[in-house]
């Protein structure tokens, strides 16, 4: 039924800086949050129905440098829409995991992945205090809110300190850590002005130190 509600409420289109991979994408954010909530129950904004910043740059990272993923384990995390899951797919990585605690969130990714032509694994649920080992962890736009950081940040120190290959994208959202990072790339990213109220944002990739 998710799946239904994903595909008849977006529309498969190429994502802006990432042309190869096909995304089911929404155009404005506020009506499709208003049709999740119809049943009566309250949910979280459709995160999953766009190409944030973030998750544009390091898709873009892994495609253009296969050989970070590939034949490894990955995890997204906070998938969203599955973008950087189904980069690492495509780019070579097996597993792929695509983990976040919204139920849409993983049907869109489920989505995305069946449009793209690769396989992802969905995990629906809070991981951020377990210790399951991956070869990469890819974490896209993650650093927006106190709370937030506050979960993520340790969890991905712990993954780098076990020898994970950590890599975050960001467009210099307010949480981000200001130490313990290695800027890998910089790109220039298209994004709806409807969620950024700009129509480019500066986003790096970083690799995450345990320090």
């Known amino acids: 039924m998710l799946l ?4 008849g409420n977006t529309t498969p289109a190429p994502v802006p800086f990432v042309g190869e991979i096909t995304l089911f994408q929404a155009d404005e954010p506020i009506a499709l949050w208003e049709k999740t909530e119809e049943g009566g129950s309250s949910q979280p904004p459709p995160f999953w129905a766009f190409a ?43 597993p792929v995991t695509a983990n976040d605690i919204d139920p849409y969130s993983l049907a869109a990714a489920e989505a995305n992945a069946v449009v793209n032509g ?3 694994r969905l995990l629906e649920a809070d991981i ?16 927006y809110s106190r709370e937030m950081a506050g979960r ?10 076990r020898g994970s290959l950590v890599l975050v994208g960001d467009p210099g959202r307010a949480y981000l ?13 298209p994004v709806p002005v409807s969620l950024e109220s700009v129509d480019t944002r500066r986003t790096r990739v970083w690799q995450l130190t345990t320090v």
């Open 118 to 120: 690769v396989e992802v």
């Open 52 to 94: 944030w910043a973030g998750g544009q740059a390091l898709a873009r990272h892994v495609l253009d440098h296969p050989d970070l993923v590939s034949g490894r384990s990955v995890l997204d995390l906070a998938t969203g829409s599955g973008l950087v899951a189904v980069a690492a797919a495509r780019a070579g990585a097996e």
């Open 152 to 161: 993520v940040l340790p969890f991905l120190r712990r993954a780098a300190g």
């Open 128 to 143: 951020l205090d377990s210790d399951e080992s991956y070869g990469v962890v890819l974490a896209g736009d993650v650093f």
């Open 4 to 7: 239904e509600f994903i595909r």
């Open 177 to 189: 850590p200001d130490s313990g990072l290695i800027e890998r790339a910089v790109y220039d990213i």
